[in-house]
Nanobody, 126 residues
Framework: QLQLVESGGGLVQPGGSLRLSCAAS????????IGWFRQAPGKEREGVSC????????YYADSVKGRFTISRDNAKITVYLQMNSLKPEDTAVYYC???????????????????WGQGAQVTVSS
């Protein structure tokens, strides 16, 4: 069975850092675009970042550009989201998702993604 599992969430003070991991089981990531999404209470799910199957193309939402970095290690079948300079407005449940696709770009919206993880809570608070 194809599964994605997020880890690395937690409570951090404003200005701090966290690294989220998205580990795949049941499949390799070589032919999948991977996206990170987040959903805060009372808000719609939003695209945070994505990385193409080759790793050659990435996307960042304006709200996280310059602070978050996405990377992938296909050998370890894991995608990472390094989050620095965290703000209270980054508080949300973060989800990773996989889209079976081989191409030069990744989608920033949720609909193309087929497989989803269960989510990891990130809370930024003093």
């Amino acid at each position: 069975q194809l599964q994605l599992v997020e880890s690395g969430g937690g409570l951090v003070q404003p200005g701090g850092s966290l690294r989220l991991s998205c580990a795949a089981s049941g499949f390799t990531l070589d032919y999948y675009n991977i996206g990170w999404f987040r959903q805060a209470p009372g808000k719609e799910r939003e695209g945070v970042s994505c990385i193409s199957s080759s790793g050659g193309s990435t996307y960042y939402a304006d709200s996280v550009k310059g602070r978050f970095t996405i990377s992938r290690d296909n050998a370890k079948i894991t995608v990472y989201l390094q989050m620095n300079s965290l703000k209270p407005e980054d508080t949300a449940v973060y989800y990773c998702a996989a889209q079976p696709w081989v191409g030069s770009s990744c989608p920033s919206t949720a609909r193309p993604y087929v497989y989803w993880g269960q989510g990891a809570q990130v809370t930024v608070s003093s």
